[in-house]
């Protein structure tokens, strides 16, 4: 596609519910990322990948969280037990070359809200 | 623990203003620092920098790097309604990590 696709948009969900957020790349675009925007924060990194392989997933805040990637294309981040301090914004971002952040482009975010 | 401090965190200013963004840093393995502008969701590239001193321009925006002070300051003159949005500013990381440190983010409102 033209741009990165996020789905859902917007994501309501009850307390310890288990959620999946889709991230459609650019297509050939080889490096994935996942953030996390808070309320009042800034961006905060969740995982790399490069291809399918994902060499750094330091971000991911606790084993409730965990991220997948198929084919060199879609990623999922999924949420088990959802918290409410897991409302946030999840932005996808991905680029054609690795490691060069003025490549990325981003995705318009998934809004999750934890009831 | 890596950091990145922007400041003011909000801003007003009417339309024709010139406005300064600042983004101070302290980072253990510096490699380039970057400036987004995020209106809705979706954060758009503005700059990139890695030498001090090196001014970059793109219309009534600009933006330049001091690595010796550790800061950035991102410029808009003449600023228009269509600036209203937050500016993000990030560090890229050297080392083989892949991520940006972001700062909190400036809200800047340009009123008509």
């Known amino acids: 596609g033209a741009g990165v696709s996020q789905s859902p948009s917007n994501k309501v969900t009850e307390k310890g519910k288990d959620v999946e957020l889709r991230c459609d790349p650019i297509?050939?675009?080889?490096?994935l990322y996942w953030y996390r925007q808070s309320l009042g924060q800034g961006l905060e990194f969740l995982i790399y990948?490069?291809?399918?392989?994902?060499?750094?997933k330091s971000g991911l805040p606790s084993d409730r969280f965990s991220a997948e990637r198929t084919g060199g294309s879609v990623s999922t981040l999924t949420i088990q037990r959802t918290q409410q301090e897991d409302s946030a914004v999840y932005l996808c971002?991905?680029?054609?070359?690795?490691?060069?952040?003025?490549?990325?482009?981003f995705g318009s975010g998934t809004r999750l809200t934890v009831v | 623990e890596d950091k990145v401090v922007q400041s003011p965190l909000s801003l007003v200013v009417h339309e024709g203003d010139t406005v300064t963004l600042n983004c101070s840093y302290e980072?253990?393995?510096?490699?380039?620092l970057l400036w987004y502008k995020q209106e809705k969701k979706a954060p758009t590239f503005l700059f990139m920098l890695t030498s001090s001193g090196i001014e970059k321009k793109s219309g009534r925006l600009s933006s330049i790097l001091d690595k010796k002070e550790l800061f950035s300051i991102l410029n808009i003159t003449a600023t228009q309604t269509g600036d209203s949005a937050v500016y993000l500013c990030?560090?890229?990381?050297?080392?083989?990590?892949?991520?940006?440190?972001f700062g909190k983010g400036m809200k800047l409102t340009v009123n008509p």
């Open positions: 990030a560090v890229e990381l050297q080392g083989g990590s892949e991520k940006l440190v």
């Open positions: 297509s050939g675009h080889t490096a």
């Open positions: 971002a991905s680029s054609l070359v690795r490691a060069r952040p003025d490549g990325y482009t």
């Open positions: 990948f490069q291809g399918n392989s994902a060499p750094d």
């Open positions: 980072v253990t393995n510096f490699r380039s």
